[in-house]
């Protein structure tokens, strides 16, 4: 048997190989419906922290890598949600609602709801389940498509239902070459404001050069810090989360 270490190391590197993981948003290897399992086993229900927790310490004690946002980069998220105090939030890519379960524990808005919008189905159910056991389901509701698909969906939640004009919190996390794209959509939908803020991960690794481009030479758009970091869960990675305030 290998060590927890170099099995974690094996499996990212399957995971950032395998097309499936760029094209389904799952690995291929079944390890999320896996993680769900466990998480079912072990967590305690009603406990956001516990469910956090039982993820974080089955990618170190199975080594098996995830690509959660993880908790090297987490308290970054946790304390952009804790300043900017959300009524409404947006993710862009659940996977298997780690990150939502995060972000909606956080958010102290009795009537704060996270929107997160995942393009694959079993992630969709994994995501959903993993909210419920947190006991999250009235804060977070998961989309199924891509923020194209569910643009409709998305502006009618906004507009008609919770009456609000745009959205105060935007999590970027999902295809990297469409970070720029998206962001672009939301913005000329008319969904940001002043005050806006999106965090978008992985910009030192794998990377989102468009958007960073973007980011760079928008300073007067977007107000941008950089929060050097670690890859999720491995830490011979560097990464950076960009935090960017809409002026
Ligand atoms: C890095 S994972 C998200 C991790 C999650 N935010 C967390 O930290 O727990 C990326 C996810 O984005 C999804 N995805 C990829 N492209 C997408 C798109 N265009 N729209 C919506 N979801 C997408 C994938 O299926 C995958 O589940």
């Not at 189905?121 to 947190?134: C, D, H, L, S, Y």
Request: glycine share 6%.
């Amino acid at each position: 048997m290998l060590p927890p270490s170099v099995s974690k190391t094996l499996s990212f590197l399957r995971a950032m190989t395998s097309p499936s993981t760029f094209f389904r948003g799952q690995v291929g290897d079944g390890r999320e419906q896996r993680l769900l399992e466990h998480v079912v086993a072990e967590a305690e229900p009603g406990n956001p922290k516990s469910v956090l927790d039982v993820i974080d310490r089955y990618t170190a004690s199975k080594g098996t890598w995830f690509m959660n946002i993880g908790d090297d980069k987490g308290p970054i998220l946790d304390s952009v949600v804790e300043r900017s105090n959300p009524r409404l939030a947006l993710e862009l890519g659940a996977y298997c609602g780690y990150s939502a379960v995060r972000i909606a524990s956080r958010m102290k808005d009795p009537n704060g709801l996270l929107i997160s919008i995942e393009m694959n189905p079993q992630n969709v159910q994994i995501a959903r389940k993993m909210v419920e056991i947190a006991g999250l389901s009235d804060r977070v509701r998961v989309l199924e498509g891509t923020l194209e698909s569910c643009l409709a969906e998305l502006k009618s939640i906004i507009r008609d239902e919770l009456q609000l004009s745009a959205i105060d919190l935007v999590f970027i996390d999902h295809n990297k070459n469409v970070y720029l794209k998206d962001y672009l959509q939301l913005k000329e939908e008319g969904l940001l404001k002043s005050g806006s803020v999106i965090v978008a991960d992985n910009m030192g690794f794998p990377g989102s050069p468009s958007f960073w481009r973007y980011l760079k030479k928008n300073a007067q758009e977007l107000h941008t810090v950089e929060h050097r970091c670690k890859f999720e869960y491995i830490g011979w990675i560097s990464d950076i989360v960009t935090v960017s305030t809409c002026v």
